[in-house]
């Protein structure tokens, strides 16, 4: 089974901290994606990734910065914690589709980060 | 702008009866569409998916319906049992195939199951 593990399922931060979010998956994806939560807004996507140090804005990236310097490491950066940043954080890493029509992706468990 | 919506924000059934979650797209060039339930305090799951050269596809419990005519899809799910109870969420893919995709997602239903 593929396995997306993010770094913590709670986090509480003050405004103006760097936050890092951790998402790690095992099973050799090239695709990696986050995504930020809000009641009623449903996912949106903040930055994805197709390869080890490749980097690509998605709908809402004000804010955020990535960094993806290993295969199955995807890291989500907060510059400077603001409170409208307070949100469930979901990780998902999908394979490249190669033509075959399949984009399933699949995701952690999220982290639900609160900015004070 | 290109969008995928759903028609309800909240669908409450009796349990034992059949659930009928919509969602309407607006791409016609769309090639893959995905659903996934989400539980409380869990990530999305999958679901089912289908190709946009396919009208229906049947999994356990669950079916998949494609109308590209009116860009529309649901999700039928037979039997409904109280651990059905979730969000569900459609998603289309939009970049029109390739080996690199990303999904766009629907802003979600919450499926309430009645004892």
């Known amino acids: 089974d593929v396995k997306v593990t993010q770094s913590s399922r709670y986090l509480v931060k003050r405004t103006g901290e760097k936050v890092f979010l951790e998402c790690v998956q095992d099973?050799?994806?090239?695709?990696m994606f986050w995504y930020r939560q809000d009641p009623g807004l449903g996912l949106r996507l903040i930055y994805f990734?197709?390869?080890?140090?490749?980097?690509e804005k998605g709908d809402i990236p004000e804010g955020y910065s990535v960094s993806r310097e290993k295969k199955e490491r995807f890291s989500l950066i907060l510059e400077s914690a603001s409170t409208n940043q307070t949100s469930m954080y979901l990780c998902?890493?999908?394979?490249?589709?190669?033509?075959?029509?399949?984009?399933?992706?699949?995701f952690g468990p999220g982290t639900r980060l609160t900015v004070t | 702008g290109e969008n995928v919506g759903l028609h309800l924000p909240t669908l409450s059934v009796q349990e034992g009866d059949n659930s009928i979650i919509n969602c309407a797209y607006s791409?016609?060039?769309?090639?893959?569409f995905i659903w996934y339930k989400q539980e409380s305090g869990k990530g999305p799951q999958f679901i089912i998916d289908?190709?946009?050269?396919?009208d229906k596809r049947q999994g356990q419990r669950v079916t998949v319906l494609l109308n590209k005519t009116v860009k529309h899809l649901s999700l039928q799910i037979a039997a409904t049992q109280p651990g059905d109870s979730a969000v569900y969420f459609c998603?289309?893919?939009?970049?029109?195939?390739?080996?690199?995709?990303?999904?766009?997602f629907g802003k979600g239903i919450t499926l309430s199951v009645r004892p």
């Open positions: 099973m050799d994806h090239e695709n």
């Open positions: 990734s197709y390869d080890v140090k490749m980097k």
């Open positions: 791409n016609s060039a769309s090639d893959y």
């Open positions: 998603a289309e893919n939009l970049s029109g195939g390739g080996a690199n995709s990303k999904l766009t």
């Open positions: 289908i190709r946009s050269n396919m």
């Open positions: 998902a890493s999908s394979l490249p589709s190669l033509g075959a029509g399949d984009y399933e992706q699949y």
